[in-house]
């Protein structure tokens, strides 16, 4: 990409061009895609696990427990069981490794979900704790390939492209956060001189 089209394609213009090459960029390659979904089954064995730990996670924290809090100040089960089910099936599909076009805004929609939203206990997600939660998956999802591949060259493999992958899709994520927020629409004026 060089710095003429990076001028004249604004983030999200053209998201799949833009994601294929930070893919380039990054060196996250065909080698790489390969390696994920070769220790997808070791991630994915564990999905339910991963998903709830992040949640108890945020839990712990009341900075971002206030997301999934009830009226009562208890954590709300039924939202946070939606949410890990979101988080599984995000799991799920970068497995895949795929960057095509409709992941790519896939991605995007999450992130103006929580960049934008200001409804729902807590209100809007604040970016670092889309960073945070992140680094959260990254550390998570090495631990468990150091455990399941046994081999520690495979595990390293493995977790680079993983991290590669996992950072690439936080870049989209936070998309959402650069683009201004939809305007709020006004009442029409009412006829000149009334009041």
């Known amino acids: 990409m060089s710095a003429d089209d990076e001028e004249r394609v604004p983030q999200g213009a053209d ?3 833009y994601v294929r090459d930070l893919a380039a960029f990054v060196g996250l390659d065909e080698a790489d ?3 994920i979904r070769a220790s997808a089954p070791a991630i994915l064995k564990h999905e339910e696990a991963l998903t709830s730990a992040l949640y108890e996670h945020f ?3 009341p900075a971002t427990a206030r997301f999934f ?4 100040g208890a954590p ?3 939202r ?3 949410r890990k089910h979101s988080l599984a099936r995000w799991l799920r599909e970068t497995a895949q490794a795929a960057l095509t076009h409709d992941f790519a805004y896939y991605l995007l929609s999450v992130g103006l979900a929580h960049s934008h939203r200001d409804h729902g206990p807590g209100g809007r997600i604040p970016p670092q704790f889309m960073v945070a939660a992140m680094s959260l998956t990254q550390t998570a999802l090495a631990r468990v390939l150091h ?3 046994g081999e520690p060259a495979a595990a390293l493999e493995a977790t680079v492209a993983w991290n590669k992958l ?6 989209v994520l936070l998309i959402g956060y650069l683009l201004p927020p939809r305007p709020t629409p006004r009442e029409p004026a009412g006829p000149r001189g009334a009041s």
């Open 59 to 61: 839990l712990r924290f």
């Open 166 to 171: 996992l950072l690439l899709h936080l870049n």
């Open 80 to 82: 946070i069981d939606r």
């Open 15 to 17: 998201l799949e061009r």
């Open 69 to 72: 809090l009830g009226p009562d």
């Open 76 to 78: 709300d089960r039924t």
């Open 33 to 35: 895609a390969i390696a």
């Open 147 to 149: 455990e399941e591949l």
